[in-house]
């Protein structure tokens, strides 16, 4: 069964992760654009979802993890649930690995980075943002996010999307499965704000070394801590390329 027959079959669920619910609205805005591009009909649960769990289970409470993987397994099926779509990459590594896991044969929900569904097209590109590009801000980097990248497994998709919006792509020096964490996950950045700031601040060096002009990430929690970091250069996430347009031409 190929990805489109997957998507479209049953409920589809648009899940943002806290992150972007109530933090990067903007975002989600975004993406549900997106996803009404693709052609895809999804749901979204809001106050009836939990959170995936991800802080709980990293925390190493393993027996409360199960109790909300538990119950955000309770009302995905109550809604009929059969596939979820997330932007957050460590909401997409929780529900596809850890939730099988810790639930068995009853977690049978297929999970999907949105990435993974994105069509690309000739000059995908935000047009609105587009008119005030000028020529040396086409020249981008990459920051893999670690859940993305070495969890899932996922690399080439978020840099093919990069390169249809028109930019010219160049590596970091510590890029796919070698890549800098941005600092903002594990708990990094609610319990030690500076050492955070300080890792953000080296990846943002990083990518200064390489000529960028922008960065872009396909994580809620690395754009928030790469911008917050960012000394003048531009962070995107990777949905503000097409989030108000995205048209093929």
Known sequence: MDLLRKIFKGNTLYYPGCMTKFVLKDIEVNYKKILEREGIDFIMLRDKELCCGSPIKNAGDDEKFLEIANKNLKVFKEHGVSRIITNCPACAAVFRNDYRKFLGEKWNIEV????????????????????????????ATYHDPCHLGRVLGIYDKPRKVIESAGYKLKEMDLNRNKSFCCGGGGGVKSNYPELSNAI?????????????????????????????????????EISQILGAGGEEN
Do not use: W
Not at 204 to 209: D, G, H, S, T, V
Not at 219 to 228: D, F, Q, S, T
């Open 112 to 139: 999907f980075h949105i990435i993974e569904i994105i069509k690309i097209r000739k000059n995908m590109v935000n047009k609105k943002t587009e008119r005030t590009v000028d020529k040396k801000t086409k020249v």
């Open 200 to 236: 953000a601040q080296d990846r943002m060096e990083q990518a200064n070394k390489v000529g960028a002009h922008k960065l872009f990430t396909a994580c809620p929690m690395c754009y928030a801590n790469l911008k917050e970091n960012s000394k003048g250069m531009e962070v995107e």
